[in-house]
């Protein structure tokens, strides 16, 4: 057991914050405040992310045969972590190098990987995630739009929401259902996975004004929008093996706790500068705040631990969700408590945070469903018995 | 970075295991309010267990991990103080048990009456006190330990130690095994109970309010387990102010939901809870409690007053 970094792994971290010192602009924070699916962030992402991948660091951890370096789990994560603190310049593309590639080299067609991983690879891709819509949001399988297949592929009809980066994105990871009346079996059987060109006929998008960012959810409508056969991920009926394994990826992507954390120094350092911090129940409170972030980091690792030694996946990373969000949660309100100011204008990156924290238990499904998960997969805790 | 266990841990896990299955039982069916193993504690020393942290190769992490499994036993034996904080003392190997207390010399301290050796953190310095256990007074408590006080003590008679700060910083170290240790055999009675109780025509445990709170506690006690290994690993002051505060936080909480899922039974001596949710309760103020480990922790990372 080690819980210590090796000097490689050092001397990443240092590479990639020297890296990150070197290239943000001066007004890289006036950018990132605005959030990863803005129109700054999403342009200033395509620079960036070109840069990383002349540098070898954008998809290191992909098989050579990818392009990538087979680099360790634990080289990706710790860019992950550095990203993420800096307010993620990467924008939304963390999503392609974290799981939307990793799935395809597992599920995709020789051709799906010609033709998607190289924009990827070259940081110049905008995917978003269709999955949730009005009536399916957590309860991801209860998803109703719809893949009537047709000669050389399907016509999807129906909507997605809560989609981020929809207005910038060229393709998205759409979900959507064979209807019975075509031959679609029940339930989650019946789920496709399209990788859909965003610029098809018959997509609409529209922005959800939100208290969580500029640009970062949308309404996607599909009105008998055709997508190629070739364009599907899998086969009929595999989708929910995929899912759960871009889930897997994606839940244990972002090291949300490293910029939490970095919010906690910053607020130190604002009130001291305010000879607010010999306060013993200031001190205390920051103190409980960053403990939740240790805690949180520590759950996480235990997780990327597990994917860098190969084990199968469990059901620690909903434990380590949950912790995740907890340290979210508890840095903002001890922030909006003590330096309230902080949301009145005085600091835009502790309002960017709070804009990411009260998101931390809805985005990528709810909290309260890891805490369903851990019941039954972790503890081991019997079911609730189906409805009648 | 690697969460596995070496082969040396998982082999003095092994053999750690052996030799609890040997003291499974017998005196955890009386209505107690704890059980004191003299003859765990004996036999836990005689196979070397309680120095390992003096044996080559290994260290406080290893401790720590003894510290936690040994909680986890319906017995009580002093492990923590014996394990991570005896080998940084100027003490020979196998004085034990070991009784800790902070500020009076005469207040009331777990283990005492079973103890050898008594160590107070007087503020600026530690002293060692010899135990005559005949002079121990026994305190009855509903706390799951043994606890006692001394009517009077000879400060003369105790040994100066100026390194106060480590002694406190392995007391976190052992406080946060210890209390990991025992919100993972806790959860797991609880776990067991609600399985097997129905009510309504169905396991309690199949409820969702039951669901989520177990799931939450069981971050609780993971975090604990994770926070205390990093912090016996490190060695590190906040760390290990981190991890006895974050186990010290959610005692409450914790301690408060897995009664409550156990009904009625939970507040009986015959459900064997109490046996580890007591012993929590009795560390959430050790050291001062959260507040006082968060203090420390907050003047450790970013320093005093500009």
């Known amino acids: 057991m080690e819980f210590g970094w090796t000097p490689e792994e050092q001397a990443h971290r240092q590479r990639i914050r020297a890296l990150l010192e070197e290239t943000l602009p001066s007004n890289w924070e006036e950018i990132s405040v605005h959030g990863p699916g803005s129109d700054a962030q999403t342009a200033y992402s395509k620079e960036f992310c070109a840069l990383l991948a002349e540098r ?21 994560f710790i860019l992950g972590e550095e990203m993420w603190a800096a307010g993620e310049p990467r924008g939304a593309q963390y999503m392609n190098v974290n799981w939307v590639g990793p799935v395809l080299m597992r599920f995709g067609t020789p051709e799906q990987l010609d033709k998607h991983l ?71 059987a019946a789920i496709v996975i399209l990788l859909t060109d965003m610029r098809s006929p018959g997509i609409q998008v529209k922005q959800i004004p939100a208290l969580v960012g500029e640009g970062d959810i949308h309404e996607v409508f599909f009105d008998d929008v055709f997508v190629p056969s070739e364009d599907r991920l899998g086969a009929e009926g595999q989708a929910w093996e995929i899912i759960n394994f871009a889930l897997q990826n994606e839940r244990v992507g972002i090291a949300r706790y490293e910029f939490s954390r970095r919010m906690l120094d910053r607020a130190v350092a604002r009130l001291k500068a305010q000879g607010r911090w010999g306060d013993a129940v200031i001190q205390d409170r920051a103190a409980r705040a960053l403990m939740l972030c240790e805690a949180a980091r520590m759950l996480v690792y235990r997780v990327v631990d597990g994917k860098a030694r190969d084990l199968p996946p469990d059901a620690f990373a909903s434990v380590a969700r949950w912790a995740v969000v907890q340290a979210d949660n508890g840095v903002n309100d001890f922030m909006t408590e003590f330096l309230p100011d902080g949301l009145l204008g005085a600091d835009p990156v502790q309002q960017a945070h709070h804009q990411r924290a009260i998101a931390a238990g809805v985005a990528s499904g709810a909290a309260e469903i890891q805490l369903n998960l851990i019941a039954r997969r972790w503890l081991g805790l019997p079911g609730e018995p189906a409805r009648k | 970075m690697n969460f596995s266990l070496t082969d040396d841990q998982s082999s003095v896990l092994s053999g750690l295991d052996q030799l609890l299955g040997q003291f499974d039982e017998p005196g955890v069916r009386h209505a107690v309010t704890h059980v004191y193993s003299a003859a765990l504690a004996e036999a836990l020393a005689q196979a070397g267990f309680l120095d390992v942290a003096r044996e080559a190769g290994f260290g406080a992490l290893d401790a720590a991990l003894l510290v936690e499994r040994v909680a986890r036993e319906p017995h009580v034996v002093e492990a ?120 309504f025509g169905r396991p309690l445990g199949s409820l969702q309010a039951i669901h989520h709170r177990l799931a939450m506690a069981s971050e609780t006690a993971e975090s604990t387990r994770w926070l205390a290994l990093r912090a016996a690993w490190s060695d590190d002051p906040a760390d290990a102010a981190v991890a006895a505060g974050f186990a010290q936080s959610r005692i409450a909480q914790f301690t408060y939901d897995l009664h409550q899922f156990s009904g009625a039974m939970g507040l009986t001596l015959e459900f064997p809870l109490h046996l580890w949710t007591y012993r929590l309760r009795a560390l959430a103020s050790e050291l001062g409690g959260a507040s006082q480990q968060a203090r420390e922790l907050a003047k450790t990372v970013w320093g005093e007053a500009a």
């Open chain 2, 80 to 199: 923590g103080a014996s394990a991570l904080i005896a080998p940084i003392l100027p003490i020979d190997a196998g004085v034990r048990p070991i009784a800790l207390l902070s500020g009076d010399l005469t207040g009331v301290a777990r283990f005492l009456p079973v103890a050898s050796l008594l160590v107070v953190d007087r503020g600026d310095h530690a002293l060692l006190l010899p135990v005559d256990r005949d002079k121990v007074e026994p305190v009855e408590t509903l706390l799951a330990y043994p606890y006692g006080k001394l009517a009077e003590v000879d400060p003369a008679l105790g040994t100066r130690f100026e390194d106060v700060k480590a002694i406190r910083r392995r007391w976190r170290v052992a406080l946060a095994a210890e209390a990991a240790g025992c919100m993972a055999a806790a959860l797991a009675a609880v776990i067991e109970h609600v399985t097997a109780r129905f009510a």
């Open chain 1, 118 to 188: 190289p924009p990827v690879r070259r940081g110049d891709a905008i995917w978003c995630q269709g999955f949730s819509e009005p009536s399916a949001g957590s309860d991801l399988a209860a998803l109703s739009t719809t893949a009537a297949p047709v000669e050389g592929g399907y016509r999807v009809t129906g909507s997605k929401i809560w989609t981020s980066y929809a207005g910038k994105a060229d393709r998205c990871f759409l979900l959507a259902r064979i209807p019975p009346a075509a031959g679609g079996a029940a339930g989650k």
């Open chain 1, 56 to 76: 070898g660091l954008l998809v290191p951890h992909w098989p050579v045969e990818h392009g990538g370096e087979d680099a360790p789990v634990w080289r990706q």
